[in-house]
């Protein structure tokens, strides 16, 4: 696994952040490296939003620190203005309606584009006379989209945010964020459990689970460490005797396997050799896999050591 | 850089300045203008009722004085306390300020110091287009002898006849307006802040404490003490007072709002 080298937009070490009765993060380290577009993957409840939240400084660590761009964020009006973090279940104000936030982050964000949110707010037909909280899921949505594309602040997170976004929405946001970041670069935070939907356009990722980083890697790190192969079942299992397997699924003589590690050269020799198929693995399957695992190994650490008990 | 269990610690370091220093105040005037969007909330609801409120009363005023027979202008004034009206929907409004638009404004990454200062601001420019427009009322009404039917909202004399006239009224106005104001603010934030549980055990602590001290007036007679010090104010000391319960609650906003999460 390669070291992610570059300088980092948001640096976190130690973050904790416990509730009443809950551990929402647990001493979380992890860096985002500048001017990177970061998948946040983890599941439900996982502690995504919380972590961009403290980060944001909308919330706040019950232990550890936060850095970013090399300030603590906290109340801090010099970094603040270069960050936007705009809520999956973002509340507006009352009578607001889109024209009103859009020009509300105008005023707030210095770097906003009117040109682009005009683009965008076309692209994504958002209607101008219906109030926010009137607006379906979808197109509130797009509102925090919208605000968050245009605003072009250093660190940008999006929370979700395909929530309620048809195909095409989805479709679109993905190709106007890839766009625009590639004219402007910055650091963008796209939590997400649709893995493979923002495979492409995520170059680190961090997985959570369970307010704990289980991993924290680029993407084509992530890519080497399985390999599918897919062909006569006798052949796919003489290639992969021996390793670990991901995933295996048959019909009749055929058989599609997943395992970990990479193939030698001799090894690809042989899979030439037995005709066999080297297929991309699905980023999506490979981080469940590593997630059950690792989240079981670490269940297994926890109750050998009598930590298990009072975190959850 | 691997870390599978993000157990590993390590010293954060502080970067390159990224760019040139900015005021920590730079943002307080789009913080004030957020308070203005939509303009419907903080100007529109407040004046419809404003003049709502003048014109209900004005037309139960014209109603009364057709009933008691028309042309008798040398009848005794009349008094109403629809001047009041506006300031209960700004309250509402206020709290609005603290359950919504304080959710936005994290959203646009201010600090809750900025937001803050920009709801004092707000709120203040509010609270004297208040008086302003108290002032302007109450004058019409005295040189039209209340529409000429010795009927008043505004030219309330315990307010208007004292040192200062109508402008000392409307100063009392624009404080009182500003108090209530902040007071619907504190409820809602508190709520963000605290929860509900958290927030009615605040309430009915104070309504023990409130009751508490009502019966301690009663057992020591001094009701007629209090009601004395009441009328010896002028609208003039009545404004100090208010201006300092409005800075108080102001502050204590700033307390509530530096721990409490959008969500």
Known sequence: MSVNTAPAAIEVAGLSRRYRNTTALDGVTVRFAKDQIHGLLGRN???????????????????????????????????????????????????????????????????????????????????????????????????????????????????????????????????????????????????????????????????????????????????????????????????????????????????????????????HQRVRDLDLDLQPVSLQQLIVRLTTRQSAARDLNDSNHGHGEGEK | MTTPTGRTDRTLQPQEPHRGKRSAFARVPSAVRLQFSPAVTLIGVPLSVFFAAWLIAVGIGWWIHTMQGSGDSSGEPMFTGAAQAPLWALVFVAAYSASHTFPFSMALSYSRRTFMLGVILAFGLVSVAFGAAFILAAWIERVTDGFGMHFYTFNLPYLTQGSGGIVAAGALAATLCLVLMMVGFFWAILYLRAGLFTLWVIILGLAVVGLAGTMLIFQNDGWPVIWEWIMQQSALSLTGWLAILAVGLAGLNYGVIRRATPA
């Open chain 1, 45 to 267: 409840g996982a502690g995504k939003t919380t972590l961009m939240s403290i980060i944001a400084a909308q919330d706040w660590p019950t232990e550890g620190q936060v850095r970013v761009l090399g300030h603590t964020p906290h109340e801090n009006e010099q970094v603040l203005p270069m960050m936007c973090f705009v809520r999956e279940d973002q509340r507006y104000p009352d009578d607001a309606q889109a024209k009103h936030a859009f020009k509300a982050a105008s005023l707030a964000y210095e770097n906003w584009d009117w040109k682009f949110a005009n683009r965008l707010i076309r692209d994504f037909r958002v209607p101008e006379k219906t109030k926010v909280k009137k607006m379906s899921r979808g197109q509130k949505s797009a509102v925090a989209v919208i605000i968050g594309l245009a605003a072009r602040a250093e660190v940008t997170f999006f929370d979700e945010p395909y929530m309620g976004l048809d195909a095409v929405a989805r479709q679109l946001f993905y190709d106007r964020l890839l766009e625009d970041y590639s004219e402007h670069p910055r650091t963008v935070v796209l939590s997400s459990h649709l893995i493979d939907e923002i495979a492409h356009l995520i170059e680190n990722v961090v997985l959570i689970d369970s307010g704990r980083v289980l991993l924290d890697e680029p993407v084509e790190d992530l890519r080497d460490r399985a390999v599918t192969l897919v062909g006569r079942s006798d052949a796919v299992a003489e290639v992969t005797a021996g390793r670990e397997v991901l995933n295996q699924e048959s019909m009749g003589r055929i058989t599609r396997t997943t395992v970990l590690g990479r193939l030698s050269e001799q090894e």
